[in-house]
T-cell receptor
Framework: DGGITQSPKYLFRKEGQNVTLSCEQN?????MYWYRQDPGQGLRLIYY???????QKGDIAEGYSVSREKKESFPLTVTSAQKNPTAFYLC????????????FGPGTRLTVT | GEDVEQSLFLSVREGDSSVINCTYT??????LYWYKQEPGAGLQLLTY?????DMKQDQRLTVLLNKKDKHLSLRIADTQTGDSAIYFC?????????????FGSGTQLTVLP
């Protein structure tokens, strides 16, 4: 089945540690996105990528980094510089950035203590 | 700047109609969307409307767009307990360079038996 997978579903880390969240898609989509969701707030864009080896900062990129070495994969690293990393992280993809439809993964809930 | 606003909560009785409202500020938006998020899951696209349309109906869902007032609504007929979820309104401005979708904060719909 085609879709987007994120792993793990729950992730716990100690403050000061970097952590990488996985996002894989087999939809052959060019564009991929990372969003952060906090309670009572909408989704905020962290980074997006239109094509392999290219990515752009979104609204809240500080403290995060990404890579896009393969079309299928867009991992997100939450660094120790991110002041409030505990959140629900959602990955999405679309055929290209002009497409109206984004397909979302199931999300990863990161808790940093 | 772009902003999408929704009320945070809505409760309805099973079998009644639900109406979820959204206002947006970007008059150049081309597509407006409704996404559904079930607890602990990613977002699922429910429906969308192009900005030159006033209404779109898809089974139990009716989307109304008042472009003059920048008001979007989602009506769910014969609401069922399975419709309990968070509903996000989002807009797409193709002229934007940093992001493709702007999401509202979401409306938590609770369906009471």
């Amino acid at each position: 089945d085609g879709g987007i997978t994120q792993s793990p579903k729950y992730l716990f880390r100690k403050e000061g540690q970097n952590v990488t969240l996985s996002c894989e898609q087999n939809l052959n989509h060019d564009a991929m996105y990372w969003y952060r969701q906090d309670p009572g707030q909408g989704l905020r864009l962290i980074y997006y990528s239109q094509i392999v080896n290219d990515f752009q900062k979104g609204d809240i990129a500080e403290g995060y980094s990404v890579s896009r070495e393969k079309k299928e994969s867009f991992p997100l690293t939450v660094t120790s510089a991110q002041k409030n990393p505990t959140a629900f992280y959602l990955c999405a993809s679309s055929i290209d950035t002009e497409s109206y439809e984004q397909y979302f993964g199931p999300g990863t809930r990161l808790t940093v203590t | 700047g772009e902003d999408v606003e929704q009320s945070l909560f809505l409760s309805v009785r099973e079998g009644d109609s639900s109406v979820i409202n959204c206002t947006y500020t970007d008059s150049s938006s081309t597509y407006l969307y409704w996404y559904k998020q079930e607890p602990g899951a990613g977002l699922q696209l429910l429906t969308y409307i192009f900005s030159n349309m006033d209404m779109k109906q898809d089974q139990r869902l009716t989307v109304l767009l008042n472009k003059k007032d920048k008001h979007l609504s989602l009506r769910i007929a014969d609401t069922q307990t399975g419709d309990s979820a968070i509903y996000f309104c989002a807009e797409h401005d193709p002229s934007g360079s940093a992001r493709q979708l702007t999401f509202g904060s979401g409306t938590q719909l609770t369906v009471l038996p």
